[in-house]
């Protein structure tokens, strides 16, 4: 079909959905969803992997696992259509209604979960969803949408309510922006700019680069393993993943020994510019290590590391503009930073997010709460993740409050549109039903003025 066609077929079922589908129904269906993928998690993971030829099998079979659970747990109980709020004082009464047709922009970076996520909060808030994969992910996302069709389909859910544009192309892409409701891109930085000036509501993504504060008195081996785990995971393709260590510059060789104990290799001065001219191109990224292992990106820059390395270690000669190890490499390589004080800690922080990652991540490793507000104060991020892995809290977690999701809005510091999590809320609009109330004294003059 013609994206037009798609969309007004799109339409027909979301009518559908919505007349036939209470809370009850719409939210079996997306625990259908849920567990359709992790059921299959290592036939997707195994799909994903060959395909995109970046991350690797295990994590993205975890990524699967952990995503489907926390997706449901974080959704289920929760309501999303009719009346979902009557305020006790105000009388105000909110009513949910979904949104229309939205169109789900996929990255080949997480094509799975991404599809998932989307897909779940499209069920959820009964809209319709057309899905534009990115062209060196499309078959992996066709089979995650043939898996989740398979499971949701005999429940009565109408067949055109899910799509997938088979053979994307940028002026499909481009053409669904325009015909949809309201899109979700996630991806790189031109795809999420052409979102926001599709004409349609948008909610997009920005750059990441996370910046990681160690204070001082802190488990060295904790933090070490945490840090590590969070920037070689999916071989650090995650936009949350971990991006520079700002250390205490006194405890020098203990972090160091910390991290090299957890599999960290710290690069000598004579490689240095071996690796740097590796992970960069004339000031970005080389797509070529994007995803890959240490041992495939160590090859590629022509030096040697030790077979237990997880990660690799730039140490870096200046913050921001400085130097450009400051900037996200997408994949597992951390820039290190020596601090005199916790205040300069946030200024290097600071200095490296405002060249790339403004609004969204940072994280801190400490047991001082006082250092934690203020780094959660003075940064310009939308998340601080504490004393866990930034890579794979981030994006929700069961135990940290945030919602799962794949879509990590940054605010207006990353051009975005909300500085949260997306999730299912987005999806809808809200009905507010407002009456006067005798319950509300309208104050005098006198008391709004002088009290």
Request: aromatic share 6%; with cysteine.
């Amino acid at each position: 079909m013609e994206i037009k066609e798609m969309v007004a077929a799109a339409r027909k079922a979301q009518v559908i959905y919505d007349e036939h589908f209470d809370q009850e129904k719409a939210d079996l269906v997306v625990k259908l969803t849920a567990k359709a993928m992790f059921d299959n998690a290592d036939d997707l993971a195994h799909m994903g992997y060959t395909e995109t030829e970046m991350g690797n099998y295990q994590d993205k079979r975890t990524k699967v696992l952990n995503k489907s659970k926390g997706l449901w747990q974080d959704l289920k109980g929760k309501k999303s259509m009719g009346i979902i709020g009557i305020d006790e004082v105000t009388n105000l009464i909110e009513i949910a209604k979904p949104i229309g047709v939205v169109a789900g922009i996929i990255p080949m970076t997480n094509p799975v979960v991404t599809v998932m996520s989307k897909v779940m909060f499209a069920l959820k808030t009964k809209n319709a969803i057309i899905i534009s994969p990115h062209p060196k992910a499309k078959n992996t996302c066709i089979y995650t949408l043939k898996l989740i069709k398979e499971a949701v389909c005999p429940h009565g859910v109408p067949e055109n309510l899910i799509q997938i544009i088979e053979e994307p192309t940028l002026d499909k892409t481009q053409e669904l922006m325009k015909e949809c409701d309201v899109i979700v891109a996630t991806g790189g930085m031109p795809m999420v700019k052409s979102a926001y000036s599709s004409g349609k509501p948008s909610f997009g993504v920005g750059a990441g680069n996370v910046q990681v504060i160690l204070d001082r008195y802190i488990d060295l081996d904790d933090a070490a393993e945490k840090v590590i785990t969070g920037r070689s995971f999916d071989n650090g393709i995650i936009c949350s993943g971990e991006q520079s260590i700002i250390y205490p510059r006194e405890d020098k060789p203990e972090v160091f020994e910390a991290f090299v104990r957890h599999g960290a290799y710290f690069v000598p001065e004579t490689d240095r510019e071996k690796l740097i001219n590796t992970l960069f191109i004339n000031g970005s990224i080389n797509r070529d290590i994007v995803g890959q292992n240490v041992f495939v990106i160590a090859e590629k820059a022509g030096i040697s590391i030790p077979e237990t390395t997880r990660v690799i270690i730039i140490e870096a000669k200046g913050a921001g503009k400085e130097d450009i190890v400051s900037k996200e490499k997408m994949c597992p390589v951390l820039a290190a930073f020596p601090y005199d004080f916790f205040e300069e800690a946030i200024q290097i922080a600071k200095t490296n997010l405002n060249l790339e990652g403004s609004g969204h991540t940072a994280a801190i490793h400490s047991n001082n709460q006082a250092n934690i507000i203020k780094a959660g104060s003075e940064l310009s991020v939308s998340r601080l993740i504490v004393n866990a892995p930034s890579a794979t809290t981030a994006g929700g977690s069961l135990q940290n409050g945030l919602p799962v999701t794949n879509t990590l809005g940054c605010g207006s510091w990353g051009n975005n549109s909300i500085s949260e999590n997306f999730t299912y809320k987005h999806l809808l609009n809200i009905t507010r039903i407002a009456p006067l109330s005798t319950r509300m004294r309208v104050p005098t003059d006198e008391e709004i003025w002088h009290s």
